[in-house]
């Protein structure tokens, strides 16, 4: 699923062909714990090569984000539907998709940690890239032949049904780990100048992932040319496509890059007890989070209360489109079957989340150019969106006009309109233009958080005295689709925590779990709404619902979505008090 995704603060390994690191029990943070039985010393051979012209570097690391979100595109669309399509109902679907906050909760930090230590020939990242990106698309095609392969092996129905669901958990463990590989090894191979336009290229890749993974799935690929001999039904075929595309691409990724070597120097001390690892992660993080300034703790809140509406949208929003097309077209007199009318179902809701996609990658790329350049951290710098903005004239007096914090707060109000009014939205066409229009929040939502961060945490590294001779440490601040944020400093700036200034990855660590954690609080609350109102549901006519028409049924999930309506109004006093903190 798309969550928050987690940035690679790690030690950046430029210069010399042979270099020392620790090896750390903490993933993507590139900071030691304090336990002396935790960090190993090991060396990096080798070196650091991508082929292609310089200016392609970024391109060739980063093309690989545009399968990794075919993935994510095509679970959207049609995971739920099809998980109904076996009989499940709205309660047992939200207790499957666990597999979205379990997989970001556990599998990136158990591969950060397992890449940080692996000694292959071939390099730390690009073996969970590649061996990941294969079980990926397996277990996508398994998922879609769930009921083929559930039928070959001579079982019945609830076979059938565990292996979709198995195969769902496994897709999003899969896929988490490619993400977690692919991102480290853009940190690893890239110089700290080439960074911010990594990140850029990582963003476009990512938005043009999604649109084009929403725009496929919406066409009629079983009527297709050439590629309808790929599956029986969509899914069948469009998992095939994505499955191929994500192999090929993070196989021409892999062929195309090299990487150092991690060699052990001290072999006595390679394994870390699973217990051990866990008690002195679960340290570090309590420790650091408490000493957390002010402005990372509200966004860390805001981040936590916006994610419980977010995360319905992105996982029911694909049910709630479908219940109303059917609804619209099962008193219709023709002569299209059920099944043909799931089928347009599915397809339609794809194409309202392709017009989601659309304006989103939109907003992403515009609103930067109306929003107020960030201010120069240091004398003399300047970033590629500062430098892009002076000679846009035209735009000058919107920026001064708005800054990113107040676009952030309208953001959260038209989210939150858009979700109360789904009550009373019964038509396609309006779900379908409330779904494109929570495009433009679900922009800052990606782009908002990561540039406070960014800002408050350059801001302390920058009060910092210089690093001991030989300890040089340098923090990828920015998110794979942040852009330069259009902050002053925050007044009254304090003397900075230690947690801050020696360990900046601690705080997108907090972030993620800010992030995270609100999935698990909506997947309860959904689930009891479910098996209240709704008990044994599915939103094929005939099947549960009391007998009762489609047009009669009660629709629970816009309880779910007024629910994410109100806490995504309750950011915006969270975001006054930070955008008084910076005034």
Known sequence: MPTFHNNDSRQSLIGSETSELDILPLPNHGNSIDDPDVSRMATLTGSKHVQGPKWAHPLILTAAFFANQSIWSTEMAYASPFLQSLGLSRFQIALVFLAAPLSGLIVQPAIGASSDRCTSRFGRRRPFMFIGSILCGLFMLLLAWSLEVGEALGGGHNLRVTIAILSFYCVDFTINAVIAASRTLVVDTLAKSEQEEANMWISRMTGLGALGGFFVGHLHLTSLPLIRNLGETQLQVLSALVAVLLISFHLGTCLLVRERVLVRRDESRTHLSLDKYVKSAMTFVRKHTVHLPLQIKRVCWILFLSWIGWFPFMFFGALWIGDIYRREHSNKSDYRTVEEIDQEASQASAQSMMYYALVAFLSSLLLPLVVAPQKLLQEGTETLEESFSRSQWLIRPLQKRFNLLTVWAFSQ????????????????????????????????????PHAILGESILAEVYEMPPPASGQEQTALLADEEAVAAPLPSPRGRRKPEQGVRDNPGIV???????????????????????????????????????GRKPSEQFDSITMVFCLGGACALACIPIIRKLRREYD
């Open 413 to 448: 109000v038209v989210f939150a309109l858009c979700l109360f009014s789904t009550v009373w939205t019964t038509t396609y066409a309006g779900a379908s233009i409330i779904y494109a229009i929570c495009g433009f929040p679900s922009a800052l939502l990606h782009w908002a």
């Open 508 to 546: 997108l660590g907090v972030a993620n779990v800010a992030v995270v954690s609100p999935q698990f609080i909506v997947i309860a609350i959904s689930a009891i709404i479910f098996a209240i109102f709704e008990p044994g549901r599915s939103v094929i006519p005939g099947h549960g619902g009391g």
